[in-house]
């Protein structure tokens, strides 16, 4: 009787059971569809998997460019290289247009601005302008400062003189080609990079003209030989190499000289007839 009263109360409780998944009570099957097949979606035939969202482009975690920024130093460098690269002179409004600075309302800014060391301001048009290392603006004034810089003993760059004056590297030309000047070269591109003054000015009687293209070429082919080679040359021709002289040893006789002077080392005189010699004191 316990046995029954068990299996009774089991059949009950399946009988409570909340069967209404969809493993429990599948949906029926539809007319002429083989009994394994898997039952339509119910979304309207979209793929019950969830869709892949779109990649963004967009990186969060950098700031977006606010052109010259807001930090004080920042929109100094802007004011200063748009003056540079502009080459004219400009109103203040126009640089704070331009850059989008405020340095036309900006104290501390101006300020700064007006002490820069490449800024110049001319308070009778109240212009800037950027202050070059050169100020030159025609050939004349170009050639002037070559000599200038040559007498002390250098040249000028080119990209130096470029910066100060976009047509200089044209007008370094036209000199090169009058004999004014003279111009290095790089050997890759042979684009010019230093200049000088010429000082020996091509004249006829004087000296100074241009070499022969076909001297220099007939110079620039010979080659010189190696040691062996040049030797055998030299004995061809009942000639000899000579050898560099080896330093006379003297004999240092004045030892009362002695914790004066360092008598262990030659000292160079030179006698009457101006030969220098090795001697002691």
Avoid: C
Avoid at 94 to 104: C, E, G, M, Q
């Amino acid at each position: 009787m316990a046995l029954a009263r068990d299996v009774a109360a089991f059949k009950t409780a399946l009988h409570r059971q909340d069967y209404t998944s969809w493993h429990s009570h599948p949906p029926p099957l539809q007319p002429g569809a083989p009994a394994h097949a898997p039952a339509a979606p119910s979304d309207g035939g979209e793929s019950s998997k969830k869709k892949k969202r779109p990649k963004s482009n967009i990186v969060y975690s950098q700031p977006a460019d606010t052109g010259s920024g807001t930090n004080i130093n920042t929109q100094l460098v802007y004011l200063v290289n748009h003056l540079k690269s502009h080459g004219n002179p400009m109103r203040l409004q126009d640089l704070a247009i331009y850059t989008s600075t405020p340095v036309d309302t900006d104290k501390v800014l101006l300020e700064k601005f007006r002490g820069h060391d490449r800024v110049v301001h001319d308070p009778k048009t109240d212009l800037y302008s950027y202050r070059h290392d050169f100020n030159v603006r025609n050939k004349a004034a170009l050639l002037t400062e070559i000599q200038r810089q040559t007498r002390k003993g250098g040249g000028l760059s080119i990209r130096t003189l470029k910066e100060s004056w976009k047509e200089a590297p044209q007008a370094v030309e036209e000199l090169e080609k009058e004999g004014e000047v003279y111009v290095t070269r790089t050997m890759k591109d042979n684009q010019m990079r230093m200049v000088f003054w010429n000082e020996v000015k091509p004249v006829e009687d004087q000296g100074g003209m241009a070499v022969d293209t076909e001297f220099s070429d007939l110079w620039h082919k010979l080659e010189v030989p190696n040691d062996v080679d040049l030797l055998k040359a030299l004995a061809s021709e009942g000639l000899q190499a000579t050898a560099a002289a080896a330093p006379r040893q003297v004999r240092i006789t004045n030892t009362h000289l002695k914790g004066t002077i360092d008598l262990s080392r030659d000292y160079i005189t030179y006698d009457e007839y101006s030969a220098p010699i090795l001697a002691g004191w």
